[in-house]
């Protein structure tokens, strides 16, 4: 993904201005729709303003920037479509989001050229860009697994189990994102919770996430080309059972962990780099055992670029699962190679790690 033209195009779509007013709610019941549907397109008169629940299949259009206001669902059943080069802004103080029901679907297919990008209310104004501005996507998906009642955001405590696909979301971009909506529940820049691998997440840019970048709970989505710039928590984060790929992912001035992996985790990392220097940092690879599980992974293709001080490049914390981790041309490069426990009990881990990495 050339990140680059990706940025410029941003700045061109951030010129656009608001217009109209007013919100965007609806009490009609939908019967669930087999497969997606774009439904009606919005046209200039209609308003700009998203908030509470959409009920009716949409399109969000391209001729102006759409606002979030609060928490914005769309419901089971229900279709929202983005239109490439569309910009969606979270309103200054009003803690929005965006969030996809299980049995709703997303269909957000920008191009390289003219990518849909999902920002603050500030840097459309043309105000300062920070991270957590506004909250971020979250999709919640329909392949549920014995660990994906650990979402922490919001009331939701599973996924759908149908296995369908939410959506698709190609050259996207994601700035200015993460809040917390209750102590220790934060919204991250792409959340998939549950979601299955017939969803298409490619060519996607978080920049400036409060929290993490992508976090990623159940199910087996796959995801390609990603970038993550600036993330203050952790860039990629995996948990509870993902068993997907992820093929393309580049990770730069993230201040915790580069890649974290918790819970009953085995995920695939192809083609992967990795630079992280925060005095903050968790590690480049971050293996944390939760809730009794056991961590690993399966890396191919994978660079990393490692100058903190703190933790150490591999970071291990609880149980490391040493046979199901598989490495392929992995490259530990920078001034602090060290693989470490996290205490003194995870001695025995970081030796497992240490045989695979070193």
Same mark, same amino acid.
């Given at each position: ?31 669930? /729709? ?32 759409? &606002? ?15 239109? *490439? ?12 989001? &965006? ?90 820049? &792409? ?14 840019? /978080? ?41 393309? &992912? ?22 992967? /780099? ?42 291990? *914390? ?41």
């Amino acid at each position: 993904m050339n990140y680059s033209k990706i940025l410029l195009s941003t700045f061109a779509i951030a010129a656009l201005t608001f217009s109209g007013c007013g919100s965007d709610s609806s009490s009609d019941t939908n019967t669930k /729709t087999e497969t997606p549907d774009s439904g009606t397109k919005d046209t200039a008169q209609t308003s700009n303003i998203l908030s509470g629940e959409i009920t009716t299949n949409r399109t969000l259009t391209a001729n102006k920037t759409w &606002l979030l206001d609060g928490k914005v669902e769309v419901a089971t059943g229900v279709t929202l479509t983005i239109e *490439a080069g569309t910009t969606v802004a979270g309103i200054e103080g009003s803690d929005a989001w &965006l969030m996809i029901q299980a049995g709703a679907f997303l269909i957000a297919n920008g191009t390289e050229s003219n990518p849909i990008l999902f920002t603050s209310q500030e840097a459309v104004n043309g105000d300062a860009e920070a991270a957590g501005q506004w909250g971020g996507v979250t999709i919640i998906g329909n392949k549920a697994n014995n660990q994906t009642n650990q979402y922490e955001v919001d009331d939701v405590t599973e996924a759908g189990t149908s296995g369908a696909t939410s959506g698709s979301l190609k050259y996207v971009i994601i700035d200015n994102s993460g809040i917390a909506v209750e102590q220790d529940k934060e919204i991250n820049g &792409l959340s998939l919770f549950g979601v299955s691998n017939k969803t298409v997440i490619e060519n996607i840019i /978080t920049h400036r996430s409060g929290d993490d970048g992508i976090e990623i709970w159940g199910g087996d989505v796959n995801l390609k080309d990603i970038t993550i710039d600036g993330a203050q928590d952790d860039s990629f984060d995996t948990d509870a059972g993902w068993t997907g790929m992820v093929d393309g &992912l580049t990770i730069t001035n993230g201040k915790k962990a580069g890649i974290e992996m918790s819970g009953t985790t085995v995920g695939t990392y192809k083609n992967v /780099t990795i630079t992280l220097n925060s005095l903050d940092s968790e590690g480049a690879l971050y293996f944390k055992e939760t809730h009794g599980g056991n961590v690993g992974g399966i890396f191919e293709n994978i660079t990393i670029n490692y100058n903190s001080d703190a933790a150490g490049i591999v970071f291990v *914390a609880g149980s490391f699962d040493e046979v199901n981790t598989k490495l392929t041309n992995v490259t530990l490069n920078g001034s602090n190679q060290k693989i470490r426990g996290k205490k003194d009990t995870d001695a025995i881990e970081a030796t497992q790690a240490e045989s695979i990495f070193k």
